[in-house]
């Protein structure tokens, strides 16, 4: 079956660090890859996008991975801050449907002083 | 401002009463969804619209209707509201010219619950 998986437990790590999120996925084979930051009681804010024929995207402090062999992408944050807590979201095309994105559950990162 | 907008944010009903909870964009963009998000199982597509009075279903289309007879507007109606609908609900919307990047812009979420 199809599935798409995000860590489930919080991530805590201390500001300064390096924050790592994964995203792994099942039966599916993207053309890209998404992340999105989701603060409590908002909606979720588009981040990054990286594509199957890339292996990493950078944006300020934020780097994305994407291995299709693995079938994996990797969340960076780096130089973490406390305003960086959040729940971070990983989409990918579906197969099917127009505009088909299918989202993981999210992992919630939490970046103590 | 940019922004999708929802209306109620927060809503309590009852079985079987029929509610409608409106979004709006002023992007003009074409494509707009409408997504739940329950604990454990994330985002999933309710319905979609590719432009007006285009509008197909997504994963979990069961208990609801939509429509989309403005550009801007695009409401999800629930007919006979059950408890399994109560959820967290984003509307959300994207560009046609930025399809190549499919970014979807949501609206803050209306958090329904159906006793």
């Known amino acids: 079956s199809q599935k798409i998986e995000q860590n489930s437990e919080a991530l805590n790590i201390q500001e300064g660090k390096t924050a790592t999120l994964t995203c792994n996925y099942t039966?599916?084979?993207?053309?890209?890859l998404q992340w999105y930051r989701q603060d409590p009681g908002r909606g979720p804010v588009f981040l990054l996008l990286?594509?199957?024929?890339?292996k990493e995207k950078r944006k300020e402090r934020l780097k994305v991975t994407f291995d299709t062999t693995l079938k994996q992408s990797l969340f960076h944050i780096t130089a973490s801050q406390p305003a960086d807590s959040a729940t971070y979201l990983c989409?990918?095309?579906?197969?099917?449907?127009?505009?088909?994105?299918?989202f993981g559950t999210g992992t919630r990162l939490l970046v103590s002083p | 401002e940019a922004q999708v907008t929802q209306n109620p944010r927060y809503l309590i009903t009852v079985t079987g009463k029929k509610l409608t909870v409106t979004c709006s964009q002023n992007?003009?963009?074409?494509?707009m969804s409408w997504y739940r998000q329950d604990p454990g199982l994330g985002l999933r597509q309710i319905y979609y619209s590719m432009n007006v009075e285009v509008t197909d279903k997504g994963d979990v289309p069961e208990g609801y209707k939509v429509s989309r007879k403005e550009k801007r507007n695009f409401p999800l109606i629930l007919e006979s509201p059950s408890p399994n609908q109560t959820s967290l609900y984003f509307c959300?919307?994207?560009?046609?010219?930025?399809?190549?990047?499919?970014?979807?812009?949501f609206g803050p979420g209306t958090r329904l619950t159906v006793l």
């Open positions: 990286i594509r199957e024929n890339e």
């Open positions: 989409a990918l095309d579906g197969d099917t449907g127009f505009q088909k994105l299918v």
């Open positions: 959300a919307s994207s560009s046609k010219a930025e399809i190549i990047n499919n970014e979807q812009f």
């Open positions: 992007m003009n963009h074409e494509y």
């Open positions: 039966n599916y084979s993207p053309a890209y």
